[in-house]
């Protein structure tokens, strides 16, 4: 045997955040940071011996050495068998495909979502459950009490396992299965949508653009989009995964996306556009000169569920992150199902999903998915549009107008203050925490404050307990400005800022949501004193 015991001293910032542990690639590579997390892995979950797991990430630098580094030591742990993803690729929504179809007993993902990758950008690696979806909060604490008192990891001394070919493999005894990181997502996704209307659509000459932003969702969609669906050569754009993402920055939003914008907003452009991020799990959909917002994605997607085979049935319920917007309660308000506010970050899903609770649930930031994973699924939301446009012949844009002049338009935008110091962001959420008291029932021109608080989630199904996730400003007219500190980020601090008002009056629908929102927006800025406190003029993205 060449399995070996290697002493190591713990690093005290293993703290998985919002979405795992993500930190710059150089922070990985210091001695043994890598192998402490995966074996505080091992240990805290403390799989029977001959236990699967499922391993893959978004392909980029690092992921290839990762997965190396991983495989060697879950043969030196006992596992029995891992399926790996060809190349090292399974975006996260298809990892969480795999876990659930072959049941097994969990998976770890390599990746940093949508943040830039390279040499000397981020990398990230989190471990799913069993049911497919981000370990809950018990485990990730659990994970990093382990990491603060980890003595020595296993792992086996062997040649590197070829990743490029489909085939089985023995490693110290233990299977290493290369599966094509498509098919069974691809399938799955076959099975929840009316490919043959939306082929059709297609065939009719409705035009298509999606930007898979040099990250991992190149390969998927261009099988199930331009080979099963038949769009049209190149209705894929950045299809290859590259380990620095093209240099840019794989979040699909206005300002990253920019080569599909112009498309999207040019002459001559297409009917529909899409972009998902780093790992596949965010999706932005764009019509011919139009943007949806992922909020109104959410409650759209609700209401047209039915239209799709796999939610004909109808929904058991719908949840949104509390920053989210309330666009998606006014549907499941119609519908007369429940809809439930989580705290920001998926893991906050997947029990009341489990529980069969709800079957739909978003993020305002660009994160929309069902129960058929447990994460979000950026190639799913696409494939959801395209069959509701295919059933109802209308364009993006007609869709989104007649939902609001349904339901009201909830005008929604998110300031993004990334890199600050962290102690003037913080200083931020205390001068506004201490404030409380002084804004409640204070009027700011037409809007007056009813209540502020600090988001508490108690989850209904475990009873678990999340404090501190975003404070809230609520108007009396239900109007919202949030301010919440970012998790995932990896420098200095990031300071969000959601605003939302709710306009029930068509004749406003037409407007821009920064003009809409504007007097929010200055609101924001007075109440927090961002400006002087973090001196910042302007916030680095708005959403
Ligand atoms: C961000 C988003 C959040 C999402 C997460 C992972 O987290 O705001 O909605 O679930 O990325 O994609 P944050 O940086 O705000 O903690
Ligand atoms: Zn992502």
């Known amino acids: 045997m060449t399995i070996r015991t290697v002493p190591t001293q713990p690093y005290s910032d293993q703290k998985p955040g919002t979405s795992g542990l993500r930190k710059k690639v150089p922070v990985f590579q210091q001695p043994n940071y890598l192998e402490n997390f995966v074996q505080s892995i091992f240990d805290s979950i403390a799989a029977p011996t001959g236990a699967t797991l499922v391993l893959g990430g978004d392909g980029r630098y690092y992921n290839r050495q990762a997965i190396q580094i991983i495989l060697k030591m879950a043969a030196a742990n006992g596992y029995g068998k891992v399926l790996v993803g060809r190349g090292g690729i399974l975006s996260t929504p298809a990892a969480s495909c795999v876990i659930r179809k072959y049941q097994t007993y969990g998976g770890i993902i390599l990746s940093a979502s949508h943040n830039p990758g390279g040499p000397t950008e981020d990398f990230g690696i989190k471990y799913n459950s069993s049911n497919g979806g981000p370990a809950t909060e018990t485990v990730t604490e659990a994970i990093y009490a382990q990491s603060k008192t980890i003595a020595e990891y296993r792992i086996c001394d062997a040649a590197d396992v ?52 040099h990250a991992v969702n190149g390969p998927y969609a261009r099988d199930i989009l331009e080979g099963r669906l038949g769009a049209a ?29 112009e498309i999207m907003y040019g002459d001559d452009a297409p009917d529909f556009g899409a972009a998902s991020d780093g790992d596949g799990d965010r999706n932005m959909i764009l019509g011919h000169h139009f943007f949806v917002t992922p909020s109104d994605s959410l409650a759209l997607l609700a209401a047209n569920a039915t239209l799709a085979p796999g939610y004909k049935q109808g929904l058991a319920g719908i949840a949104r992150s509390m920053p989210t917007s309330a666009a998606a309660d006014r549907v499941a308000a119609a519908l007369n199902i429940p809809c439930y506010e989580t705290p920001t970050g998926w893991k906050f899903f997947g029990n009341l999903m489990d529980a069969g609770r709800v079957t739909l649930c978003g993020e305002e930031s660009f994160g929309t998915g069902s129960s058929h994973v447990r994460e979000k699924d950026g190639l799913w939301a696409v494939l959801f549009w395209l069959n509701i446009l295919a059933v109802r012949k209308q364009s993006v844009e007609a869709i989104v107008r007649e939902h609001w002049a349904q339901y009201g338009r909830n005008f929604y935008s998110r300031y993004d203050y990334e890199a600050l110091p962290t102690e003037a962001a913080n200083g931020v959420m205390a001068y506004l925490r201490a404030s409380f008291a002084a804004l409640t029932g204070t009027a700011f021109g037409k809007y007056t404050v009813q209540m502020c608080d600090d988001f508490s989630y108690t989850d209904p199904v475990d009873a678990s307990v999340s404090r501190a996730q975003g404070i809230r400003i609520i108007f009396t007219d239900g109007s919202r400005i949030i301010f919440r500190l970012s998790g995932t980020g990896t420098e200095g601090a990031t300071l969000r800022v959601y605003l939302e008002a709710y306009e029930s009056d068509s004749s406003r629908h037409h407007l821009d949501a920064q003009q809409a929102l504007a007097e929010l927006i200055a609101i924001a800025l007075q109440v927090s004193e961002l400006r002087v406190r973090t001196g910042r003029e302007q916030p680095t993205v708005i959403t």
Do not use: K
């Open 162 to 213: 070829g990743l490029d070919e489909l085939g089985s493999f023995t490693l110290e005894g233990m299977q290493v299965e290369v599966i094509d990181p498509v098919s069974d997502y691809a399938e799955l996704m076959e099975s929840l949508f009316d490919f043959a209307a939306i082929r059709a659509l297609l065939a009719g000459g409705f035009r298509i653009q999606f930007d898979a932003m």
């Open 233 to 261: 050569a190149g209705s894929v754009m950045n299809a290859i995964p590259l380990e620095d993402f093209g240099g840019g920055h794989p979040d699909p939003n206005l300002t990253y996306a920019h080569d599909l914008v």
